[in-house]
């Protein structure tokens, strides 16, 4: 992930003869050809088929939407939004304190956290809507279009009108998130202490990648006490295409005696 995630990897990987042999490269080079193999073979039996006219199920627009969806959307933003969710859970050590708790009724030492158990995790839910909502990954949105004429505010959009979405006015809107700029998973929650709907809540990305987000940060803290490490994480938002915080480093303390 090093080598595909830095400034040199399109010179990398344009080049591999280059670099094949230095420390480092030799090995992260190698796991990558042996995967684009598998991946170059299966599409040749592919295209032989085409040839032939023989039916499959498969086919180069799907390959390349795959890969687009798996990378950009499938990884890197998800990725993202658990690195901010670590952030915000060091720098607020109150509201993890009661994501342990929480935890710890729930689930123990046990076993991992499974989907199933959602509807019985309101804090944590409640969590991972307050890290997507302060991160805000994607400000400016993606590119989308009007399915039919549509009138908003006294302007008319006729169907087709390309618009983007500024999903911030309403995450940071301070109508809707008394003190928007913290960090505050209890605002998701009702007087009872379930997890209630939110009409303003609209996230980038709120299907798949929300399971995902809760199934990676309740197992890392049920089973782990995360603290900030060497380098302290920064509530800094640093924007290069998605919003990134600065690296950091945190301790993972066993939270159970095995």
Same mark, same amino acid.
């Given at each position: 992930?090093?080598?595909?995630?830095?400034? #040199?990897?399109?010179? *990398?990987?344009?080049?591999?003869? %280059?670099?094949?042999?230095?420390?480092?490269? +030799?090995?992260?080079?190698?796991?990558?050809?042996?995967?684009?193999?598998?991946?170059?073979?299966?599409?040749?039996?592919?295209?032989?088929?085409?040839?032939?006219?023989?039916?499959?199920?498969?086919?180069? !627009?799907?390959?390349?939407?795959?890969?687009?969806? %798996? &990378?950009?959307?499938?990884?890197?933003?998800?990725?993202?939004?658990?690195? &901010?969710?670590?952030?915000?859970?060091?720098?607020?050590?109150?509201?993890?304190? $009661?994501?342990?708790?929480?935890?710890?009724?729930? /689930?123990?030492?046990?076993?991992?956290?499974?989907?199933?158990?959602?509807?019985?995790?309101? #804090?944590?839910?409640? *969590?991972?809507?307050?890290?997507?909502?302060?991160?805000?990954?994607?400000?400016?949105?993606?590119?989308? +279009?009007?399915? !039919?004429? *549509?009138?908003?505010?006294?302007?008319?959009?006729?169907?087709?009108?390309?618009?983007?979405?500024?999903?911030?006015?309403?995450?940071?809107?301070?109508?809707?998130? $008394?003190?928007?700029?913290?960090?505050?998973?209890?605002?998701?929650?009702?007087?009872?202490?379930?997890?209630?709907?939110?009409?303003?809540?609209?996230?980038?990305? /709120?299907?798949?990648?929300?399971?995902?987000?809760? %199934?990676?940060?309740?197992?890392?803290?049920?089973?782990? $006490?995360?603290?900030?490490?060497? +380098?302290?994480?920064?509530?800094?938002?640093?924007?290069?295409?998605?919003?990134?915080? !600065?690296?950091?480093?945190?301790?993972?303390?066993?939270?159970?005696?095995?």
């Amino acid at each position: 992930m090093q080598i595909l995630g830095n400034m #040199y990897s399109h010179m *990398v990987m344009q080049k591999p003869n %280059l670099f094949k042999n230095l420390p480092f490269f +030799k090995d992260q080079l190698k796991k990558i050809v042996d995967v684009s193999q598998i991946l170059f073979s299966y599409y040749e039996r592919k295209a032989k088929k085409d040839e032939l006219g023989e039916p499959h199920n498969h086919s180069r !627009k799907q390959l390349i939407g795959c890969c687009f969806d %798996l &990378w950009a959307a499938g990884m890197e933003t998800t990725s993202t939004t658990l690195a &901010w969710g670590l952030t915000y859970l060091i720098c607020y050590p109150d509201q993890a304190e $009661k994501l342990y708790k929480e935890l710890d009724t729930v /689930i123990g030492a046990d076993r991992l956290v499974n989907l199933s158990d959602r509807p019985h995790l309101p #804090y944590t839910n409640a *969590v991972v809507n307050e890290v997507q909502r302060l991160s805000n990954i994607v400000t400016q949105n993606l590119l989308h +279009k009007t399915t !039919k004429d *549509v009138t908003i505010d006294g302007y008319f959009l006729p169907k087709g009108t390309c618009i983007i979405p500024q999903i911030s006015a309403v995450l940071y809107d301070e109508e809707n998130f $008394k003190e928007a700029d913290k960090f505050n998973p209890d605002r998701f929650l009702d007087s009872n202490g379930q997890l209630q709907k939110c009409d303003q809540f609209i996230p980038f990305s /709120i299907a798949n990648a929300k399971m995902e987000l809760f %199934l990676f940060l309740a197992n890392i803290f049920n089973k782990y $006490k995360v603290t900030a490490g060497t +380098k302290s994480p920064s509530l800094f938002r640093n924007s290069a295409g998605t919003v990134q915080c !600065k690296p950091f480093t945190c301790r993972l303390e066993h939270r159970y005696v095995e």
